[in-house]
């Protein structure tokens, strides 16, 4: 009988290790940053990677009110119907993303760079309902 | 079963003595069958029957792997779900296979110079703060850097029921950075006592809720909001 020891110590150890293991990793998710913004209604029918737009590098560089009243952005995620045509066309993304104020839209990856198959709506662990939540 | 395991027994024994110390270079060969090879390889597991409940087995197979000694009593005190502030490559939405994502900007590097908050919730950022510092300077116009918006400076003070300390909303920070419009009047209707704020319509994303909790610092930020302390009947003499 003494022989069946190590068994019961190895199946005690490994679901111990695997416990542990657990309790690290439980913890340590990445977490989209604050803000971040999932655009994926029509990008990934027409064959790009969804659009990620983070709140958090546009803020430092303009208020609030200049692309929720100038330009028109709606404060909900997913209320916007973005086309690139208006982008091109100088409207919505297009105010700013036009090689004068930002970088024009001939650079698709920097915008269209989220993983495939992600929703769209708000995303970083916010923590209220509502507008945003689709 | 005392069969198979028999010689696997011996087979430890032999390696027993010089497993404590010894087990950080590597076992020299020994001259016995091909079946060693796997068991000096994991000296921490293969002795620990051998010898008892010897806890120096232990011990050295947790510095080896790297992982910490009491990684078992790991208490998630701060209720912290995730890794914040990640670089894009490893936040799990950008796709890291995309030649664009290694360009963008990790959060962490832009906040470098802001004022931080103490929570770190959210952005972890004081914005607010960063702009009365002049560390950042947002446009207010899409075109005209120089263009200033209007401040309004005027506080609302609220009185919520039992001994939440009374809330007081400050204008002048919100017209920082935002139009009258951006708020009223689909928001709040901008006249005295025609808005029914509650903390459930905050949580289910209506008034503050709208932005705080998504962009702007999150509802468990409590005291920027409920920042004016209570006088309760009866507690007069009692500091906050």
Known sequence: MTYLYPQIIFSKLFG????????????LTAQAEYGDVVLNNRAEQSGMRPVIF??????????????????????RAGANDILMAD??????????????IAWGPQNCHLCHSGLP?????IRGGDSTGGPGKW | MSRFFFPHLVLVSVLVAPASNAATEPQPAKKGPSTEVPVVIQPGTATKPAE??????????????????????SFNRLLKTARRHQAPTDDGIHDPDNDGTKILQPPLEAYANLPRT?????????????????????????DDPEMQPLVMDMNIIRF??????????????HTLWLDCSNCHPAIFIPQKGANQISMAANLLGQKCGTCHGKVSFPLSECKRCHSQPKVLPGREGVKP
């Open chain 1, 87 to 100: 982008i091109i066309d100088g409207k919505l993304c297009g105010k700013c993303h036009n090689n004068k």
């Open chain 1, 54 to 75: 983070p709140h958090w590098f546009h803020r430092i560089r303009f208020k609030c009110k200049v692309c929720h009243t100038e330009v028109g952005f709606e404060m």
């Open chain 1, 16 to 27: 111990a290790c695997l416990l542990a293991s657990l309790m690290l990793l439980a913890p």
């Open chain 2, 160 to 173: 919520p029921r039992g001994s939440i300390p009374n809330e007081l909303f400050p204008h002048r920070q």
């Open chain 2, 118 to 142: 103490a929570s770190d919730l959210g952005n972890g950022v004081d914005w607010v703060k960063a702009m009365d510092e002049h560390i950042i300077s947002p446009r207010w116009d899409i």
């Open chain 1, 117 to 121: 198959g992600l929703k769209t709506g």
């Open chain 2, 52 to 73: 008892g409940f010897q806890a120096p087995s232990l011990t050295y197979q947790t510095q080896q792997s790297g992982t910490p000694l009491n990684a078992s009593n």
